[in-house]
Structures are given as structure tokens and as C-alpha cells.
């Protein structure tokens, strides 16, 4: 991969629903050639969709996290079939190391649908599938959340390496910790839905880098109909202008020699916990990485190279009153859009029903 392709991924990754000619600019080519290049990255797998972030509560959704612990590979393997069929379902990943075997869950659903979540963990527990459940702070920004993005400054592509000095960078972390909103703010109230728009949040959860005409046609509908474009732009406008927070572009990091997800769980000072998430927020952290502040520390993951990933135990461990190390297996990790057929047209609401919420994606495993 050339320096300018490489570029052009990277821009990508900042501006991720970005036209070609927009990207293009961005690297010095002309946007036939960037639209080569990124059609043949996407070829080459070297990156797939790209995910929209929903503001949930906008839509009126609510996410919850949770580690659970599991102890064989057939139970794995039966909460994953749970996952798959429960229809609010929004990331699951294996994990493994420490003291406990388990799975990373993430849910986007509707508040009053967590009783039947509650249920389901309840009788994968009764049947001996989950052993243990921490429930973990959500992954969202509006939670105090913060993601870092790869950069491509870092990347010596001549050498095939990354550079980066962990000491320098921790040195120049504030002193002074952030301060932390406990107030949720969202930008507004839930905005009203229907049918077409749970397709479309649909079709955007899944890859929302198409253009109007793709996602038109994903949702079975004939984009030659008089009015059909013009409705659907509205509609999707008025999406990303109200409900989306941001994009995010998946990377097969396996070409940059990124193979390790670590994912530590740390026990620390609040002081540490809050000047670690603002200075990975304002600096220049160079690595794909996610952290969340708990009561009593912190929960970290990133994506890393194997040379690096023995540099951020080692800030951990140093600056950690303890921590528990496991590691992701990002290639068994599944992002899921958001099920359209999860939305009651006549009720204008998210379905919350014991038959469709619970007891199909129990069936499916025999419970």
C-alpha cells in the first residue's frame, strides 16, 4: 500500500462519510483515482462498512454493557446464538485471560425491554450457560466515554511499524483531572419515528457510506417512484442532523500489524481515572482505543501492536492500584444493526413483548 492510498484510508477514518472528490482533495489525487483506490481497499477487505452512532436516546433506545463469564465452548457458542437472535442485540466479542472466560454484550433497546434482559440472563444462568455477570458503564461519549483513532503520523510504512513513546507521552498527561458531568444531555427529546424511519436507522447502523439510491433499494422500495428520492433524503437528513453522533469506519487492522485487543479492567485512584481519559481525549494517542470511567477506576481497551501492547500494561501496572488484564478476540466480534422489524408501526415504539423479546431468542437455544 503507497503512501497517498494509505492517506486516503486515514482520511477516511476522519471524515467517514465523506464523497471521494472531498476525500480526494484531502491527499492531492484526483477523485477518479480516489474512488479507484477506495474501491479497491474495500476489494482487498482492508476496511468494510461504516457504522453509524446513534444518539439512543434520541430514538428512544438506552444501551447496557456487560462482561459475563462462561465456562465451556458449548455455552459460548449458545449465548452467541442468543445474541443472534435476540433482536436488540448491538455487540458481542469473546474474551479471554484472567480469571474469567467470557463475552463482552452490548444492548440497544428500549428501557422498559430490560426486565426481559434481565429474565434471559437469569435463566442462562439457571441453565449453567453464563457463571458470572458484570454489568460495565456504557460505551458512550455522553457518559464521559472517549475514543481515540488511529493516526497515520505514527505509521512508518517503510519500515511496516509503529512509533510511539509511551513514557513522553504520559509525561505530558494534566495534572489537574477532568472534571466529569454527572448530567446526561443528548441535544433534545425523542424524536417521532415510524416504519420507514426504523428501515433507514436500520440500513444506517449497517453501513451508512451508500448513497441514497443503495439504501433506497436495500429497503425494497423503487428509487424511479415518483417522490420516493426526495422523502427518503428528507427522512435521512433529518436522521443525521437529529439522531447520529458520529461514524465509524471498519479497519481490518491485521495490515498494520495490529493483532492484539487488550482489555484491562483497573482499580484506581479517581485523579489517575480522570487525567488517563483527558489526556487520551485532547492528545495525540495514536492507537484505535476506547475508555470508560467505573467507580473505582477505570475499563480500557485498545488495539495494538505487539510491541506496544507490553508498553500499556506497563503504564497500567504503574499507574493502577491493580488491574485485571483479558484480551478481545476482535475476529470473533460482531457489530449488529439495529432490527427494523423491532419497531411497531401501529404503537410508533420499539416492540417490548415477552414473546419477542424473550421467549423466541430463548427457544433458539433450547430454553
Known amino acids: 500500500m503507497n503512501q497517498e492510498k494509505l492517506a486516503l484510508l486515514f482520511a477516511l477514518q476522519e471524515q467517514p462519510v465523506a464523497p471521494a472528490a472531498t476525500l480526494a482533495n484531502e491527499v492531492g489525487v ?8 477506495l474501491e479497491n481497499l474495500r476489494e482487498e477487505k482492508v476496511f468494510g462498512g ?9 430514538i428512544g433506545l438506552e444501551m447496557y454493557d456487560f462482561f459475563v463469564g462462561v465456562d465451556s465452548y458449548d455455552s459460548l457458542k449458545s449465548i452467541e446464538t442468543f445474541c443472534d437472535e435476540y433482536p436488540y442485540t448491538s455487540y458481542r466479542a469473546r474474551v479471554f485471560g484472567g480469571n474469567t472466560q467470557g463475552m ?17 440472563f437469569h435463566r442462562l444462568t439457571k441453565a449453567n450457560l453464563i457463571t458470572s455477570i458484570r454489568e460495565l458503564p456504557t460505551l458512550q461519549t455522553v457518559y464521559g466515554s472517549t475514543y481515540t483513532r488511529p493516526r497515520l503520523e ?14 513522553k507521552w504520559w509525561k505530558k498527561a494534566p495534572k489537574k483531572p477532568k472534571t466529569v458531568s454527572s448530567e446526561i444531555s443528548e441535544g433534545g427529546d425523542c424524536i417521532e419515528l415510524d416504519v420507514l424511519d426504523a428501515q433507514l436507522i436500520q440500513e444506517l447502523t449497517l453501513n451508512a457510506r451508500r448513497k441514497n439510491v443503495d439504501i433506497i433499494r436495500a429497503i425494497n422500495l423503487d428509487p424511479n417512484e415518483k417522490g420516493v428520492q426526495q422523502n427518503i433524503s ?17 479497519i481490518n487492522w491485521d495490515h498494520f500489524d495490529i493483532y492484539n485487543t487488550p482489555l484491562v479492567i483497573a482499580k484506581a485512584e479517581s485523579e489517575i481515572t480522570r487525567r488517563l481519559i483527558a489526556h487520551l481525549e485532547e492528545s495525540e494517542f495514536p492507537f484505535s482505543s476506547s475508555i470508560r470511567e467505573t467507580p473505582d477506576g477505570f475499563v480500557w481497551s485498545a488495539r495494538l501492536p505487539s ?24 475476529k470473533h466480534s460482531i457489530w ?6 423491532a419497531f411497531d408501526g401501529e404503537k410508533k415504539d420499539w ?8 421467549d423466541t431468542p430463548l427457544k433458539s437455544i433450547g430454553l
Do not use: M
Open 50 to 58: 461504516v457504522q453509524s452512532n446513534f444518539r439512543v436516546h434520541r
Open 30 to 37: 484526483t477523485p477518479p483515482t480516489a474512488r479507484a483506490w
Open 154 to 167: 505514527a505509521w512508518n510504512s517503510e519500515q511496516l511499524s509503529w512509533k510511539f513513546d509511551w513514557d
Open 234 to 250: 428528507t427522512k435521512l437528513n433529518r436522521l443525521k442532523d437529529e439522531a447520529i453522533e458520529s461514524y465509524r469506519v471498519y
Open 336 to 341: 449488529y444493526g439495529l432490527w427494523a422489524e
Open 104 to 120: 463482552l454484550l452490548q444492548f440497544r433497546q428500549p428501557v422498559d425491554a430490560y426486565k426481559h434482559l434481565e429474565q434471559a
Open 307 to 330: 510491541a506496544h501492547l507490553s508498553e500499556l500494561v506497563s503504564l497500567v501496572w504503574r499507574i493502577a492500584d491493580s488491574h485485571e488484564l483479558l484480551i478481545i478476540d476482535y
Open 351 to 358: 416492540r417490548i413483548d415477552k414473546a419477542f423479546c424473550l
